[in-house]
T-cell receptor, first 116, second 115 residues
Framework: GAGVSQSPRYKVAKRGQDVALRCDPI?????LFWYQQALGQGPEFLTY????????KSGLPSDRFFAERPEGSVSTLKIQRTQQEDSAVYLC??????????????FGPGTRLTVL | AQTVTQSQPEMSVQEAETVTLSCTYD???????LFWYKQPPSRQMILVIRQEAYKQQNATENRFSVNFQKAAKSFSLKISDSQLGDAAMYFCAYRGSGSARQLTFGSGTQLTVLP
């Protein structure tokens, strides 16, 4: 099925390394979200794209986190100089977009990042 | 800012029995959406049920139903005839109706189904 896919599923990084996490949304979905889920916690919003425009990045925890979606499809979340507190599952979700209406968010399986 | 609280970190239920998971939220908005998501060990977040705040009728999806109390800002999930496959982490989530479309999640309730 053509669901949301994320790669890699698992990533181990040494403290200080840069990492890039990829999200392939459902084809045609305009909206794309990134969430961070710490162990034993609920997901927390990081950033939101509508097509290629990053409309909200209020949840990014520091300037080491950067997200892009240059062609309005695939998105990459980049974390520079990783720290141990960055260890978490990073979830991507996509949805269609209708003004003033509800559109279900479909989630990917996540990338589990472990920073040693 | 909106907050979502799940006060039951863990719950267990006997197979075929009924269990209720609790959720409260805080918001100043009058129109919004509430959700229950299921997250099995595979980590894939799956939507279980959705409630629009303007609807007075409680949402129902097969064995899953909600008790939505808008004035009390309470949104509980009832699972009837529990099955082994229902075992998972359950998250309550909130979304406003405005331009902010991200979800705000609670901390989750781990549900165990006992055979």
């Amino acid at each position: 099925g053509a669901g949301v896919s994320q790669s890699p599923r698992y990533k181990v990084a040494k403290r200080g390394q840069d990492v890039a996490l990829r999200c392939d949304p459902i084809s045609g979905h305009v909206s794309l979200f990134w969430y961070q889920q710490a162990l034993g916690q609920g997901p927390e919003f990081l950033t939101y794209f509508q097509n290629e425009a990053q409309l909200d990045k209020s949840g990014l925890p520091s300037d080491r986190f950067f997200a892009e979606r240059p062609e309005g499809s695939v998105s990459t979340l980049k974390i520079q100089r990783t720290q141990q507190e960055d260890s978490a599952v990073y979830l991507c979700a996509s949805s269609s977009w209708t003004s003033g209406s509800y559109n279900e968010q479909f989630f990917g399986p996540g990338t589990r990042l472990t920073v040693l | 800012a909106q907050t979502v609280t799940q006060s039951q970190p863990e719950m267990s239920v006997q197979e075929a029995e009924t269990v209720t998971l609790s959720c409260t939220y805080d918001t100043s908005e009058s129109d919004y959406y509430l959700f229950w998501y299921k997250q099995p060990p595979s980590r894939q977040m799956i939507l279980v049920i959705r409630q629009e705040a303007y609807k007075q009728q409680n949402a129902t999806e097969n064995r899953f139903s909600v008790n939505f109390q808008k004035a009390a800002k309470s949104f509980s999930l009832k699972i009837s005839d529990s099955q082994l496959g229902d075992a998972a982490m359950y998250f309550c989530a909130y979304r406003g109706s405005g331009s902010a479309r991200q979800l705000t999640f609670g901390s989750g309730t781990q549900l165990t189904v006992l055979p």
